[in-house]
């Protein structure tokens, strides 16, 4: 079975990063190529963070990541799963559909950023954020939020349970 990883960095944050590096670290022990996106030395450290600051940071961000990935033959892989970080959540997304694999990715998003949230009905995946975050997608509150449905426990593709 042929695995892929892509990895979507944040801003200021990138793939050597603990979350990333250790979560592609994981993926490539069970099997997974790994492909570590870089949007340029700009853009990680660029200091705006009001989504109309975003915005085009993103744009540019997919424009210089797509030629990173067009030569990738995704057709031939079983699995395929987007591990990203803040800004590369909302990257991720957007890729997904650009790259034509809606249906054939699963999403792996760690504290997505608002825009991210527009995608989250339409992927396959998860996501985790905490409620102290000052950048997260979830509003701020002193107590966790608990989504109906949501468990204490979840399945990833390269481990058989992991607790959350």
């Not at 792996?108 to 950048?135: E, K, Q």
Request: charged share 20%.
């Amino acid at each position: 079975m042929k695995k892929l990883a892509v990895i979507f960095p944040g801003v200021g944050y990138t793939c050597t990063k603990p979350l990333l590096y250790y979560t592609a670290s994981m993926a490539a022990e069970r099997g997974y190529e790994i492909i570590r996106l870089d949007y340029g030395q700009d853009i990680h450290t660029f200091h705006g963070r009001t989504p109309t600051e975003l915005e085009p940071i993103i744009k540019l961000a997919i424009k210089r990541t797509l030629p990173q990935l067009e030569n990738v033959p995704f057709s031939e892989y079983d699995d395929i799963i987007f591990i990203s970080k803040s800004i590369g959540t909302t990257i991720a997304c957007q890729l997904e559909t650009a790259l034509q694999l809606k249906g054939k990715v699963h999403q792996f998003l760690m504290t997505p950023i608002p825009s991210t949230l527009r995608y989250l009905s339409d992927i396959n995946g998860l996501f985790f954020a905490g409620t102290a975050d000052p950048r997260s997608a979830l509003p701020q509150e002193t107590s966790p939020i608990k989504p109906a449905g949501f468990s204490r426990a979840a399945t990833t593709p390269w481990s058989k349970k992991a607790t959350l």
